[in-house]
């Protein structure tokens, strides 16, 4: 502005006086502005912009965004700055510089930065904008480029000790629903007479010696409890702040289940209300885990749970059986008679609140860990704000999930 009032203030002068000298200077000024603000607007045009990172990253953990600047002009281009806009990735933080120190005409340089996502969910980075400017600083340009791409945050899940009982053998067939799964166990059963298929390493060679004939050690097959996990997103689970509110806890909560079932034998049935929908999947190991972190981190559906088409719905997608676990806010006359009534369907039911006030003001309760307290035929565990989930997870595991002791 100051250079502008300057030419100006010339030209009057030069107009006002008629001096040649004057006259020159004012031609020189205006030269100049016109020189300085075309080298301006070409800085940051004939520039293309890419942007490359991970379709998917965890929540709480640093990500690489890697940015392609392409210079399509003949002429290179140095010190170029670039600003790229994630207003909702990170609060408080609308965008990251990205700096280009020179950009050969015809190639492609790589710039990148590091971002730590606050909360699952959708994210859409973009636009970027290109910031360019002559060498004395007189014109700054801005140029937006819609370079759109989504990232997909994951929910982080929170590590516990899970306990899983002693000898899956041990359990009753027709009281809890099982899994084959790969490899071999270590649970022993007894023994048998060899057949010609029994590797060898499975002889028992003292009782085959004493029945003068081979004899097979036989073990359990590998098999997997199920557990049931039902998360009920009504609009009073969504009452919060950001990532306060319930149902991101719960959400935590499913995914560190499904975390678990990578390195512990039982299988997962996760089913979601969310109004007249549902989403539903079931499954164990590091393929379940991410399919369903995937499933979560898209989650965004609310309403009013309609329970004669829900109720259905339940039945139909989590197995009798099971251990049963329901992520709510609401624990109403009629939810504590529905909750009784599918005590008597599954091997065990512990359902968990949220502490509304507590979340609404986002302040722990002064007693920290869960809450316990008793239904008729299933166990109540409140959660507050600010509360250990993996305590919790490790009181739901021994409450409902250890058949056997």
Known sequence: MVFLFLTLFTVVVAWVFRNPLLVYTAVFLVV????LYIWAQYSVNGMKVERRHPPHVMAGREAEVEVLLENTRTTARY???????????????EYTPVAFLSAPPGEKVLSSYRVTPARRGVYELGPFFLYGGDPFGFYKCWRKLRVPTELVVLPDPVPFRFRQPPSASMLAQDELETQPLAGESSEFLGVREYVSSDPMKRVHWMSSARHGKLI???????VASSISVLLISDEAMWQGIGHNCPVEFAIRMVASLAYASCFNRFKLHYLALMGDNYESQAGNGQGFFRELSIRLARLSGRGAINWDHSGKVVLGYLPAGSSLVILTMDLGQSSRQRFRNMAAR??????VTFNAESFRKMQPAERPGPRLSFGEGYLILEV???????ATLEQINEKSMVVVR
């Open 79 to 93: 010190g170029t700055m670039g600003f790229d806009i994630h207003a909702k990735l990170v609060p408080g933080k």
């Open 216 to 222: 097979t050690k036989q073990h359990e097959m590998n």
């Open 346 to 351: 599954y091997r065990s039911v512990v359902v």
């Open 384 to 390: 507050f704000y600010g509360d250990d989930l993996g």
């Open 32 to 35: 100049t502005n016109f020189v």
